[in-house]
């Protein structure tokens, strides 16, 4: 059994996913963001960073604790057998989009959230900048779907889509069209109707979930 610490953010929903994905049992533990419960000492001791998502994965070794979402999915992926391509170029190309999620689409996305939705004054600046930057990084995503014809890795479903997915879920809220962006607009419906990411979604609080039973079990 996996414990698996998270808030309705798109960094938990890409674990929630994958752990649907791959059919592994789980546990949710909420810890709610607005209220500071990511500032306790319990939950900086499993989390140096004080951020979700969080797994305790006990078949690890005991009480072992993994904190950030990119080490989570590479996690999941190698203990499941799934999601992450054997052969070497594969393998290394999945790593590659994953990467790229975790150091440029999330957190500039993250970036142009907040100062689109959240910040106390406009900063026109700010807008511009991290507007400028994500559509930018959805013309790079855009350009390698077309090539590929499926998938961010190659032809195979993989941890880089799911790392990527549950970002573009939040275009509209980021003042980004997918019509704009056709190839990303197909990847992403092809996404959407799969049956374990919309169980995910929905045991971890994504847009539009509702109760659903899966893998999860209530903690």
């Known amino acids: 059994m996996i414990d698996f610490y998270f808030d309705a953010t798109p960094n938990a929903w890409k674990v929630s996913i994958m752990l649907e994905e ?66 070497t170029a594969d393998r290394l190309s999945a790593i ?36 400028t930057e994500t559509r930018r990084l959805y013309g790079v995503m855009d350009r390698r779907l077309e090539a590929t014809g499926a998938y961010l890795a190659g032809s195979d ?11 573009i879920m939040t275009h509209k809220k980021q003042g980004v069209s997918l019509s704009a962006y056709p190839n990303v607009a197909r990847w992403f419906a092809d996404l959407r109707a799969r049956h374990a990411v919309q169980k995910g979604l929905a045991a971890a609080g994504g847009p539009g979930s509702g109760p659903q039973t899966g893998a999860m079990t209530d903690a």
């Open 157 to 167: 479903y993989s941890i880089a889509d799911i790392a990527c997915f549950p970002w």
């Open 96 to 131: 590659q989009w994953l990467m790229w999620q975790m150091s440029g689409l999330g957190p500039t996305l993250g970036q142009n959230g907040h100062f689109l939705l959240y910040a106390p004054e406009r900063i026109d600046y700010a807008v511009g900048r991290f507007g």
């Open 22 to 87: 791959c059919g592994l049992a789980y546990r949710l533990v909420r810890v709610d963001l607005q209220a500071g419960e990511q500032f306790t000492a319990a939950f900086s001791a499993i989390s140096p960073n004080a951020r979700i998502p969080v797994i305790i994965d006990s078949e690890v070794a005991p009480d072992f604790s993994l904190s950030e979402s990119g080490a989570i999915l590479l996690h999941l992926a190698e203990r499941s057998g799934r999601l992450l391509p054997m052969a």
